[in-house]
């Protein structure tokens, strides 16, 4: 492909080189080997695999929030927030609080998330709506710098380096930033010039090139690209997240972007489709591991008195959804008194379904599902 179909840097009169973007999208870009092509095929027969495989799931919304605390975890990580999802959990379940840990940054991406599912009923993909996303993600973040939440940037922004004529990538300016995101958001509003997969592709890349806010163009580009396969319909929930593919192979994921914006998107798409079809294949085999450790704890908890039983299966679960918890937490479930709560928790540490997260503590005490935890350290 020619070089120049993504677009050139180009003198700036301060002395440095700014990428700007032809215009959007050449038709050069749609051009796909068959090899890609058949890839793409590929990756569309697993989606539509793990979306019957959710389907067999006790509760596929539970699961999904731990699939998207997941995503927003690797997300985070990408730009170098330290905290776990395991962070993450206890920070929601009110065990730390956000001096303790800089997972505030995961948890605001997961608000954002959620509000784009929402907002996608009333709204289309287009520039407000992505302005409106990153307003959700950004505003009061802690890892925000500057980023002038929901508004696109008005000034030079630059990646690595520290200036514009020192930097590894230095996006469009501004006036050329605003006309390459009057043609982002024609192609998103275009959804037949190709196949979706392509579609969120090159969504992705073009997004990144653009770079238009100060802040947290990375975060809004990878909620835009599990948006964007929701939003085309190839699974019913939106439980097929790439970050935890891009943080896998965080330098590929950088140099392959890089190849889309000096003129070789195919090694990008490339790229993005075997995330695709890597992310699709682990879903799989998580839901899978999960309905199979569903049906082992049940088991278990069928052995119990009806009355035991009973109580045990609402807690169980409710800890697909937060798999840390402590007497409070379960006294919320069942209405139970102090007591009783700790009842049920100790019946579920004997059945080896909970266990202590430390033994030592007296106050306070937590637990966690702890073999649940295990399917999404081992699926990435």
Same mark, same amino acid.
């Given at each position: 492909?020619?070089?120049?179909?993504?677009?050139?840097?180009?003198?700036?009169?301060?002395?440095?080189?700014?990428?700007?973007?032809?215009?959007f999208?050449?038709?050069?870009?749609?051009n796909?080997?068959?090899?890609?092509?058949?890839?793409?095929?590929?990756?569309?027969?697993?989606?539509?695999?793990?979306?019957g495989?959710t389907?067999?799931l006790?509760?596929?919304?539970?699961?999904?929030?731990?699939?998207?605390?997941?995503?927003?975890?690797?997300?985070?990580?990408?730009?170098?927030?330290?905290a776990?999802m395991?962070?993450?959990?206890?920070?929601?379940?009110?065990?730390?609080?956000?001096?303790?840990?800089?997972?505030?940054?995961?948890?605001?991406?997961?608000d954002?998330?959620?509000?784009?599912?929402?907002?996608?009923?009333?709204?289309?993909?287009?520039?407000?709506?992505?302005?409106?996303?990153?307003?959700?993600?950004?505003?009061?973040?802690?890892?925000?710098? &500057?980023?002038?939440? %929901?508004?696109?940037?008005r000034? *030079?922004?630059? @990646? +690595?380096?520290?200036s514009?004529? $020192?930097? #590894?990538y230095?996006?469009?300016?501004?006036?050329?930033?605003?006309?390459?995101l009057?043609?982002?958001?024609?192609?998103?509003?275009?959804?037949?010039?190709?196949?979706?997969?392509?579609?969120?592709?090159?969504?992705?890349?073009?997004?990144?090139?653009?770079?238009?806010?100060?802040?947290?163009?990375?975060?809004?580009?990878?909620?835009?690209?599990?948006?964007?396969?929701?939003?085309?319909?190839?699974?019913?929930?939106?439980?097929?997240?790439?970050?935890?593919?891009?943080?896998?192979?965080?330098?590929?994921?950088?140099?392959?972007?890089?190849?889309?914006?000096?003129?070789?998107?195919?090694?990008?798409?490339? &790229?993005?489709?075997? %995330?695709?079809?890597?992310?699709? *294949?682990?879903? @799989? +085999?998580?839901c899978?591991?999960? $309905?199979? #450790?569903?049906?082992?704890?049940?088991?278990?908890?069928?052995?119990l008195?009806k009355?035991?039983?009973?109580?045990?299966?609402?807690?169980?679960?409710?800890?697909?959804?937060?798999?840390?918890?402590?007497?409070?937490?379960?006294?919320?479930?069942?209405?139970?008194?102090r007591?009783?709560?700790?009842?049920v928790?100790?019946?579920?540490?004997?059945?080896?379904?909970?266990?202590?997260?430390?033994?030592?503590?007296?106050y306070?005490k937590?637990?966690?599902?702890?073999?649940?935890?295990e399917?999404?350290?081992?699926?990435?």
């Amino acid at each position: 492909m020619e070089s120049n179909i993504i677009g050139n840097d180009v003198d700036q009169k301060e002395g440095f080189k700014a990428f700007v973007p032809s215009d959007f999208p050449p038709a050069e870009l749609l051009n796909i080997s068959g090899d890609v092509l058949q890839k793409i095929a590929q990756a569309g027969h697993l989606i539509g695999k793990l979306d019957g495989t959710t389907h067999q799931l006790p509760d596929v919304e539970f699961f999904l929030k731990m699939f998207i605390f997941k995503d927003a975890t690797a997300s985070a990580q990408i730009e170098g927030t330290k905290a776990t999802m395991v962070d993450a959990l206890e920070m929601e379940a009110g065990l730390v609080s956000v001096e303790d840990t800089d997972a505030d940054d995961i948890l605001h991406y997961i608000d954002a998330l959620n509000f784009g599912i929402e907002r996608l009923s009333d709204l289309p993909m287009s520039k407000r709506f992505i302005k409106e996303l990153h307003a959700k993600l950004m505003t009061n973040a802690p890892a925000t710098h &500057f980023a002038d939440p %929901g508004s696109w940037r008005r000034s *030079q922004n630059w @990646i +690595g380096g520290t200036s514009p004529a $020192n930097a #590894l990538y230095v996006p469009p300016p501004v006036k050329e930033m605003e006309r390459s995101l009057n043609d982002f958001e024609t192609y998103l509003h275009n959804e037949t010039i190709t196949l979706p997969i392509i579609h969120t592709a090159y969504m992705h890349s073009q997004f990144e090139t653009i770079h238009p806010f100060l802040d947290g163009n990375g975060r809004t580009g990878r909620l835009l690209i599990t948006l964007q396969l929701y939003r085309f319909g190839l699974l019913e929930k939106p439980i097929l997240f790439l970050s935890s593919y891009f943080k896998q192979h965080q330098k590929e994921y950088y140099w392959a972007l890089h190849e889309y914006h000096h003129g070789n998107p195919e090694v990008w798409l490339e &790229f993005f489709v075997d %995330g695709v079809i890597q992310t699709a *294949q682990d879903a @799989i +085999g998580a839901c899978r591991s999960i $309905n199979k #450790l569903y049906i082992e704890d049940t088991q278990k908890i069928q052995q119990l008195g009806k009355r035991e039983s009973e109580s045990s299966m609402k807690v169980l679960l409710k800890l697909f959804g937060r798999p840390i918890v402590t007497s409070t937490t379960v006294m919320g479930w069942t209405g139970f008194s102090r007591n009783g709560a700790q009842n049920v928790i100790d019946r579920l540490v004997e059945l080896n379904i909970l266990e202590p997260r430390d033994e030592n503590e007296k106050y306070g005490k937590s637990y966690s599902y702890r073999r649940y935890f295990e399917i999404f350290s081992n699926h990435q």
